[in-house]
């Protein structure tokens, strides 16, 4: 299972890597959002994956116990990726607002320069 989640984290990386680097503000973002669901996978599964664990409940005895800390890191994780997106996804709603561009080129100023 671990392999599996690797090499989905793994494509996860990469698609993000590759539509971070293109010119389009709206593929920066999507881009951004892949990575942080891919740094989520990431944590969750460093912590572990088990199968036949239980909850870490008082009162109820198991032979092993889920790790709740990575669980807890990933939640807070995604409060703060959502509240980051949603703050771009307006900052680009706004510059194509004044611009009229989501091209990042035309963005800099960097058009005519070639």
């Known amino acids: 299972m671990e392999i599996l989640m690797s090499v989905t984290i793994g494509v996860l990386f990469m698609c ?3 539509m971070m680097l293109s010119k ?15 740094a989520h996978l990431l944590i969750l599964t460093m912590g572990g994956l088990k199968k ?5 409940l ?3 005895h198991a032979d092993s116990y889920v ?15 959502f509240g ?15 611009l009229g561009t989501d091209n990042m080129e035309q963005l ?5 320069n070639d």
């Open 24 to 38: 389009s503000l709206i593929r920066i973002i999507i881009g951004t959002g892949l990575l942080s669901h891919g």
């Open 52 to 56: 036949d664990a239980a909850a870490p």
């Open 67 to 81: 790790d709740p800390l990575p669980q807890a890191l990933i939640l807070t994780a995604i409060v703060i990726s």
């Open 108 to 112: 800099r100023g960097n058009e005519g």
């Open 84 to 98: 980051v997106t949603s703050f771009i996804l307006v900052l680009a709603y706004r510059a194509y607002q004044e």
């Open 58 to 60: 008082l009162g109820q």
């Open 16 to 18: 993000a890597t590759y």
